[in-house]
T-cell receptor, first 112, second 113 residues
Framework: DQQVKQNSPSLSVQEGRISILNCDYTNSMFDYFLWYKKYPAEGPTFLISISSIKDKNEDGRFTVFLNKSAKHLSLHIVPSQPGDSAVYFCAASADWAGKLIFGQGTELSVKP | DGGITQSPKYLFRKEGQNVTLSCEQNLNHDAMYWYRQDPGQGLRLIYYSQIVNDFQKGDIAEGYSVSREKKESFPLTVTSAQKNPTAFYLC????????????FGQGTRLTVV
């Protein structure tokens, strides 16, 4: 049972445009959501997070939106840059952090 | 510099042999975790430990074993009972209380031939 789902395995965007990565979850007990960025053969690095008491969190070019009623979150990157090309994982936690449930990942390609 | 160190980065073993992956952290984090990454399946939790001398099974613990004798160390043994051990293994740690994100090591690519 996949509790966190990223239904788009890949996304291609032109440099300067907006990238929107989506994530759906099924467990209504999840109260903390995170996005990680991962390059091949490296560990994921934390990007941005959001608590269930908020619906938006912004950090520079990255914004995460949370729609609790739809059990959906999204990551917006604007403007997109070639260096943003990587695999992006969303993750969720229902209790103390660390025991994270990850989605399958979306590979973002930003073309010059 | 504080961080999580996994070693080795690449590891080859013959089928039927046990192998131990190392994970060390100097972040003073109480909690540590092992994840496995397979293509198209994201990261799946193998084992986690909230405190020294205590650990719990994750979603795919069969064929794996761990120990947590020291706060800084959380080695993972891939036993011969693991049916499909070739994968990319990631170790992570986090502050136990009021934590937010987990910090990951660089990973170990295990290939069983």
């Amino acid at each position: 049972d996949q509790q966190v789902k990223q239904n788009s395995p890949s996304l291609s965007v032109q440099e300067g445009r907006i990238s929107i990565l989506n994530c759906d979850y099924t467990n209504s007990m999840f109260d903390y959501f995170l996005w990680y960025k991962k390059y091949p053969a490296e560990g994921p690095t934390f990007l941005i997070s959001i608590s269930s008491i908020k619906d938006k969190n912004e950090d520079g070019r990255f914004t995460v939106f949370l729609n609790k009623s739809a059990k959906h979150l999204s990551l917006h990157i604007v403007p997109s840059q070639p260096g943003d090309s990587a695999v992006y994982f969303c993750a969720a936690s229902a209790d103390w952090a660390g025991k994270l449930i990850f989605g399958q990942g979306t590979e973002l390609s930003v073309k010059p | 510099d504080g961080g999580i160190t996994q070693s080795p980065k690449y590891l080859f073993r013959k089928e039927g042999q046990n192998v131990t992956l190392s994970c060390e952290q100097n972040l003073n984090h109480d909690a540590m975790y092992w994840y496995r990454q397979d293509p198209g399946q994201g990261l799946r939790l193998i084992y986690y430990s909230q405190i020294v001398n205590d650990f719990q099974k994750g979603d795919i613990a069969e064929g794996y074993s761990v120990s947590r004798e020291k706060k800084e160390s959380f080695p993972l043994t891939v036993t011969s009972a693991q049916k499909n051990p070739t994968a990319f293994y990631l170790c992570a740690s986090s502050i136990r209380e009021g934590a937010t994100e987990a910090f990951f090591g660089q990973g170990t690519r295990l290939t069983v031939v």
